[in-house]
């Protein structure tokens, strides 16, 4: 059984800076793909970033050139650096990896951006 475990989330001023981390253990074969969504109270979770087991990244338009997505492959780790935050970045950060035996998601952090 794949467990994700995310960490790193918490209460930041609007333009501070955030590292979330997401673990997965229960399996020594790496991930295809690696991603970060989020959930907004009364929204629907969004895709944030993604990288593929070929370091190709994916970054939806609002984060693009604040946040930085990374992993290591062979420790099946993914992060997720955040800058400059806003107050719309508040929500629930969920890690999602998707294997060759199924698609998994951790229990969220979250982060909070207000003054």
């Known amino acids: 059984q794949v467990h994700l475990v995310e960490s790193g989330g918490g209460l930041v001023q609007p333009g501070g800076s955030l590292r979330l981390a997401c673990s997965a253990s229960?399996?020594?074969?790496?991930?295809?793909?690696m991603a970060w969504y989020r959930q907004a109270p009364g929204k629907q979770r969004e895709l944030v970033a993604s990288?593929?087991?070929?370091?190709?990244?994916l970054y939806a338009d609002l984060v693009k050139g604040r946040f930085t997505v990374s992993r290591l492959y062979l420790k099946n780790t993914l992060y997720l650096q955040m800058h400059n935050l806003e107050p719309e970045d508040t929500g629930a950060y969920y890690c999602?990896?998707?294997?060759?035996?199924?698609?998994?998601w951790g229990r969220g952090t979250q982060v909070t951006v207000s003054s």
């Open positions: 229960g399996t020594s074969i790496g991930a295809k793909t």
């Open positions: 999602n990896a998707q294997f060759s035996i199924g698609d998994y």
């Open positions: 990288v593929t087991n070929y370091d190709t990244t």
